[in-house]
């Protein structure tokens, strides 16, 4: 399992994911769920990927291949809107999955994949898409403007309570952080390091990107910092008319 999520307020877009694929008592593996794709100057797209490892990796390749391919009819590059692109992505998750679809049923598992595609094409707003095993697309809203793959419901009550279009790029990016550390506490299959990439409105070039261990100095503390500010914010909660009594 893993979690990514991907925020977009108006200053640019913030994209975070952990590195976790599979954990148990004796297996633990690392790779990365974020992947980068500029043309400075044209557009500036980041692809993060959740569900089974094999589908999602094979999905990347065939993007990259295009990308290398003179004769290939679509890739990142020749698409006008980002929509298209992520109707893309979709395509190549669900070519991939009908290709090992009954070995999959005999064996038992899955091989759906979650993706988020988001980014900036020149003369465009930014933007992001949560892509569907089945192929199917949504974009982030007014409302709810951040998108979440894979174990997102640890991570979720940060970003309501939080993010706005109003939010300031550092500050959606902080609470992308504690996002991902709140999952990493309380799950085991979601663990570090956590990659974070920014995006700022109408700078159409690599954008900003970090990756963060256990033992960096930033993530600790943060970590820190996020403990003991709840602690605090707890311990003020309002008193109930019995403690008041008792108190009294």
Known sequence: MTYCVAIKVNKGLVFASDSRTNAGVDYIATYSKMWRFNWEGDRSIVLLTSGSLATSQAVVNAVKRDLENPAAKFNLRSGKHLHELAEYVGKLSQAEQKQHA????????????????????????????????????????????????????????????????????????????????????????????????????????????QTFTMNSTMYKSLQKHWTEGLKRAFNRLPRFEWEKKKES
């Open 102 to 209: 009954e070995a999959m049923e005999r064996s038992g598992s899955s091989n759906e994949s979650n993706f988020i595609i988001g980014g900036q094409i020149a003369g465009q707003s930014p933007e992001i898409f949560l892509i569907y095993p089945q192929g199917n697309y949504i974009s982030a809203s007014d409302d709810t403007p951040y998108l979440q793959i894979g174990e997102n419901k640890y991570g979720k009550p940060i970003l309501d309570r939080i993010i706005s279009g109003a939010t300031s790029l550092e500050d959606a990016a902080r609470c992308a952080m504690v996002s991902l550390d709140s999952t990493i506490r309380s799950n085991i299959s979601v663990g570090p390091p956590i990659e974070l990439a920014i995006h700022t409105v109408n700078q159409i070039e690599e954008p900003y990107h």
